[in-house]
């Protein structure tokens, strides 16, 4: 058996180290992205976790709530720049990634979010209406798709808005629309994340909105845009 040259053997070694080096980099550079979207998506809705952290039961006061909701569609914009950068730029610029988004698409963001916030909102008030009458199991699992739905298009939309940085939102949100329905179990696995932030921050308002919103956004985000990219692609071919 030969042994290997010296040389050969310290150059494996420096090559091996520089990966381990720039793998660590590429984790921590992500793992920082993530909590810096986590900071900034609590600094653009301050007044909204301002309230969740001192209301002792925010689902009792919904309307209140979901009017301070408004200023969450822009800020996902811009968490969702971010997202786009880590994966095609592979070198997290966070703080300027997110403010690009905000500009760029937070106003079309924010009609969607009203849109959502409209749509939430009825199916609130009309279960609200119906509860403890005959309608309420007839009309109630439609309300709850209905606003359930509204969200998932929602967070489509906003990615669609990012991804596709000169499309209309009028041909996004179709599109969108479509998806949500033809591709259910995206949806589904959205509103789980979703679920689960929600769950997070209404818990542990402190803990929940600086750790957990980042990481399930992003997988949010790579769904929605696997989903839209695809039907573009199913559109060309």
Do not use: C
């Not at 689902?59 to 822009?74: C, D, E, G, I, R």
């Not at 309300?143 to 509204?150: H, K, M, R, T, W």
């Not at 932030?197 to 992003?218: M, N, S, T």
């Amino acid at each position: 058996m030969t042994a290997a040259a010296p040389g050969a053997t310290s150059g494996t070694r420096k090559r091996l180290f520089r990966v381990r080096h720039e793998t660590m980099d590429t984790i921590f550079g992500y793992a920082y992205a993530l909590l810096m979207v986590d900071v900034l998506l609590v600094a653009f809705n301050l007044p909204l976790a301002a309230m969740l952290f001192v209301t002792v039961d925010p689902l009792k006061s919904w309307p209140f709530f979901l009017l301070l909701s408004l200023t969450l569609a822009p800020s996902v914009a811009g968490a969702f720049e971010v997202f786009k950068a880590m994966r095609e730029d592979g070198r997290p610029t966070p703080f300027a990634s997110f403010v690009r988004g905000y500009r760029r698409r937070g106003l079309p963001a924010f009609v969607a979010g009203l849109v959502t916030a409209l749509v939430v909102g009825l199916a609130l008030f009309d279960a609200t209406v119906m509860s403890g009458t005959v309608w309420a199991p007839l009309l109630g699992p439609m309300l709850a798709v209905l606003a359930l739905g509204a969200i998932v298009t929602a967070l489509a939309t906003i990615t669609g808005l990012v991804v596709f940085g000169t499309a209309s939102l009028k041909a996004i949100a179709k599109a969108s629309v479509y998806l949500t329905v033809h591709r259910w179990y995206f949806s589904v696995i959205a509103l789980v994340m979703v679920g689960l932030i929600g769950a997070a921050v209404l818990l542990q308002p402190v803990v929940g909105a600086a750790l957990v919103p980042g990481i399930l956004l992003y997988a949010v985000f790579a769904n929605a845009q696997y989903s839209l990219r695809r039907a573009v692609e199913d559109a060309g071919a």
